[in-house]
């Protein structure tokens, strides 16, 4: 199999010609094809593309990747260091966004409910058309402490609790990453937690004066899983080395 066969495994599995994005998903540096190792991991950064040339991969595979709209109009100053690594080493850079948030069994969200112990998950938040994150239930009502400890063990050890709504937690809504603006539809859905990546004042103050518990559990934190999820599927399904490092970002 080369880099381009995978890519194309990779866009047809994900989805991606559905989702409209500011990433520029897919295969987004080619190599001359070579394809014998992939190194997974959350961000297309000079950190992991050394992790690859130490390790022999000749593929990284990543959520937030180095093409964004037109951010690659000059190829100077950092885009020029990690574009001339890449190639210097025959490192394919694939991306995907999106697509592997809202993904319903290798997206970061969806394998989040799994390690939370969620059942009847279901698409939902609405981003720009598009659903990117999940509602689902705890099999029985767990108290707000209780599922602070959860998500302490699977999800991330550094998180924000605000414990402004019900101390009976039963319907959880999830979207990975930066998506403290969409407390608001948590509260319409009706849920009685919502955990998300990333902080922010907005949220904060959504949260409190809506009364909803959030749980902004690291915008790392929460989209190492998707990445985790495609080493095994490409290890597994396609008989390729593949592995997931995890640099434990704390942001």
Known sequence: MTTNELAEFLNKTLEIDKFKD????????????????????????????????????DCIVCHHGISWGDSLQYITGLNYEIISFAIKNNIAIYACHLPLDAHAEYGNNAQICKILKLIEAESAFDYHGQNIGFTAELTEALSFDEICARVNNVVSTSFNALNFGTDSIQKIGIVSGGASDLVGEAKELGLDLYLTG?????????????KINVIFAGHYATEIFGVRALSELIKNELNIPAECIDFKTPF
């Open 22 to 57: 500011v990433s520029n998903n897919g295969l987004q540096v080619a190599n001359d094809g070579t394809l014998t190792k992939v190194l997974c991991g959350v961000d297309a950064n000079l950190k992991l593309l050394a992790k690859a040339k130490e390790s022999g991969a």
């Open 198 to 210: 990333e902080p922010s004042l907005l949220g904060y103050n959504l949260a409190e004066q809506l």
